[in-house]
C-alpha cells in the first residue's frame, strides 16, 4: 500500500506557480508532521517546508515568502503552492512524514517514510 503519493510537477517558465500535492493513507497521516523535501541530482535532499498536526508551519530561507505549505485533514493531503518560481527550484520534490514535531531543520535521514518524488522543472 503507497503511503504517501506526490503529484502535480511539472515544467514551468520562471515567474509562474504550480502546487504541489501529497496525498497520505490514513495511518500515515493522522498523528504525523508533514515535510516537502527537494533534490537535485549530486546534492543531499534540502527541507523545503513543513507542517505539524497543530498546523505550525516552517520553511527553508529559500523560499519563504514564495511557497506556502498546507494540509487538508478531510482528503488527507499535504499541498506545496509554489509562487514566483525560477530555475534554482528545479528539482524532484518529495513529502515525507514523521510521528513527532517536525520542522525544516530537521535532517532528512531522521525521516522513515517517503513518497516517490514529482519532478518541478522551472526554465528562465
Known amino acids: 500500500q503507497v503511503q504517501l503519493q506526490e503529484s502535480g510537477g511539472g515544467s514551468v517558465q520562471s515567474g509562474e506557480s504550480l502546487r504541489l500535492s501529497c496525498a497520505a493513507s490514513?495511518?500515515?497521516?493522522?498523528?504525523?508532521?508533514l515535510a516537502w523535501f527537494r533534490q537535485v541530482p549530486g546534492k543531499s535532499r534540502e527541507g523545503v517546508a513543513t507542517?505539524?498536526?497543530?498546523?505550525?508551519?516552517t520553511y527553508a530561507d529559500s523560499v519563504q515568502g514564495r511557497f506556502t505549505v498546507s494540509r487538508d485533514n478531510v482528503n488527507r493531503t499535504m499541498y506545496l503552492q509554489m509562487s514566483s518560481l525560477n530555475p534554482e527550484d528545479t528539482a524532484m520534490y518529495y513529502c515525507a512524514a514523521m510521528f513527532r514535531r517536525c520542522a525544516v531543520t530537521v535532517p532528512s535521514n531522521l525521516y522513515r517514510h517517503w513518497g516517490q518524488g514529482t519532478q518541478v522543472t522551472v526554465s528562465s
Open positions: 490514513a495511518y500515515m497521516y493522522s498523528g504525523s508532521c
Open positions: 507542517i505539524n498536526v497543530d498546523g505550525f508551519t
